[in-house]
């Protein structure tokens, strides 16, 4: 399949694009930045996807995984509005086959930075918009919902033993997810999963399952 990726120099992205190369398929990649993915199958488009005019002339996307976001820096625009604007660009069309928008738990619990978990709720119900207009194509569209994960982006406060303390006290499983798992589910929900669409799959460890429940012992 050729599957179009946003956001594949670090983190999440590029442990899709690496998933997706191992197993056969080709993989575009756009970022603004570069990407150290070297694989006879990758292509890699330095774009920042704000710049719509600039976007490349892609055609017959198969799969579409909405994967290029960012916190407390312009989150509407890059998070949601370009993401949009990528997804009517490239997913709305006849030889498309899933799409994915990575999300975040915050869209559920609102528990994070007022315009990043705004701009991820708006994901929440463009996804399901977007089933609806995919379907008459056979094609699927679901958001992938993660918890904390191991990321660069995230070093501030995986690096912070008192604050990494307290983060663990919120998650069941007291660990975040890899790169590399949620990019297992991400190959899930676009290659083997066929009928479940329109929805948001939260991926988080239980960390929106608990919950402080305080009474006299």
Same mark, same amino acid.
């Given at each position: 399949m050729k599957v179009l990726i946003t956001g594949t120099s670090q983190g999440i992205g590029m442990a899709i694009a690496k998933h997706f190369l191992r197993e056969g398929h080709e993989v575009i990649g756009i970022d603004r930045q570069t990407t150290s993915v070297q694989h006879k199958y990758y292509y890699h488009y330095q774009c920042d996807v704000r710049d719509y005019e600039k976007l490349p002339d892609i055609p017959s996307i198969n799969i579409l995984i909405n994967n290029a976001g960012t916190q407390n820096e312009n989150d509407i625009d890059i998070n949601l509005k370009a993401l949009i604007h990528?997804?009517?660009?490239?997913?709305?069309?006849?030889?498309?086959?899933?799409?994915?928008?990575?999300?975040?738990?915050?869209?559920?619990?609102?528990?994070?930075?007022?315009?990043?978990?705004?701009?991820?709720?708006?994901?929440?119900?463009?996804?399901?918009? !977007?089933?609806?207009?995919?379907?008459?194509?056979?094609?699927?569209?679901?958001?992938?919902?993660?918890?904390? !994960?191991?990321?660069?982006?995230?070093?501030? !406060?995986?690096?912070?033993? !008192?604050?990494?303390?307290?983060?663990?006290?919120?998650?069941?499983l007291k660990r975040w997810a890899t790169p590399e798992e949620i990019a297992a589910w991400a190959y899930f929900l676009t290659i083997t999963n066929t009928f479940c669409t329109g929805q948001n799959i939260l991926v988080d460890g239980g960390e929106s399952i608990n919950y402080h429940f305080i009474w006299k012992e």
């Open positions: 990528i997804t009517e660009k490239y997913g709305i069309q006849e030889e498309i086959h899933s799409i994915l928008n990575i999300g975040s738990a915050s869209a559920h619990t609102g528990a994070e930075f007022p315009e990043y978990c705004a701009s991820k709720g708006g994901i929440l119900a463009y996804t399901k918009n !977007v089933a609806m207009r995919v379907a008459k194509y056979g094609a699927t569209c679901n958001s992938l919902d993660p918890g904390g !994960v191991l990321t660069p982006l995230n070093e501030c !406060v995986m690096n912070d033993s !008192v604050l990494w303390s307290k983060i663990m006290e919120e998650t069941p």
